[in-house]
């Protein structure tokens, strides 16, 4: 997998945008992003990815930049729910061999 | 849709027991499961990679002939923890691999989790 550089925290205030970045410089053309998030105690769950575009579903927006090298998940809205550990994979083959990092623990405060 | 379960949630057992801990994919064949394990305060590890009707791969410093894993039918995967000590005491998680469709990635079950006494 390429190697992905989340920061290991952050806060937010719930209701507020979370934005969490991602550094991905060694991606190759072909390599998606994939992002997952695990609450405490649960397995993870995946939120999203992309390739090249901008993506959107019902948890998040993925945002990636021209040259790919970077990539900032969106939470429009969040919610005390949204605390968790959310983790940037670059997998070397789609669906296969997740390397977990360490990823950003994010902290949605009242 | 995507859904996979595990079984049991969470389990005690005594050192030197052997512990089977079950991963089905509910609404999808998966030709390829993973086991991770996880401890207090880190990331998810690979473990092996399951693959239907073959042997495992194990990943560097994973015992093959301690964590046993069977991938018999397309929905269930089984890791069986062979004379459990203390030290295998951790979160179990494994994941299926839902392959084509719009997203092409792993779904993950809920964990169980191991305290051996």
């Known amino acids: 997998d390429a190697k992905t550089t989340q920061p290991p925290s952050m806060d937010c205030a719930e209701g507020r945008a979370a934005n969490l970045p991602c550094n991905h410089s060694?991606?190759?053309?072909?390599?998606?992003v994939y992002w997952y998030r695990q609450i405490h105690s649960q397995g993870p769950q995946y939120i999203i990815h992309g390739l090249k575009n901008n993506e959107t579903n019902e948890m998040a927006s993925l945002i990636i930049t021209e040259d790919r090298k970077s990539s900032t998940l969106i939470l429009p809205h969040a919610t005390l729910r949204d605390t968790a550990v959310y983790y940037c994979?670059?997998?070397?083959?789609?669906?296969?061999?997740?390397?977990f990092g360490g990823g950003t623990r994010l902290m949605v405060k009242p | 849709g995507a859904v996979v379960s595990q079984h049991p949630s969470w389990v005690i057992c005594k050192s030197g027991t052997s512990v089977k801990i079950e991963c089905r994919s509910l609404d999808f064949q998966a030709t390829t499961m993973f086991w991770y394990r996880q401890f207090p305060k880190q990331s998810l590890m690979l473990m092996a990679t399951s693959n239907e009707g073959s042997k495992a791969t194990y990943e560097q410093g994973v015992e093959k002939d301690k964590f046993l894993i069977n991938h018999a039918s397309l929905t269930l995967s089984t890791l069986t923890v062979t004379s459990a000590h203390p030290e295998d005491s951790s979160f179990y998680i494994c994941?299926?691999?839902?392959?084509?469709?719009?997203?092409?990635?792993?779904?993950f079950g809920p964990g169980t989790r191991l305290t051996v006494l």
């Open positions: 060694t991606i190759s053309g072909n390599e998606y």
């Open positions: 994941s299926a691999h839902l392959a084509g469709g719009p997203t092409d990635t792993q779904y």
């Open positions: 994979i670059v997998p070397r083959n789609a669906g296969n061999m997740l390397t």
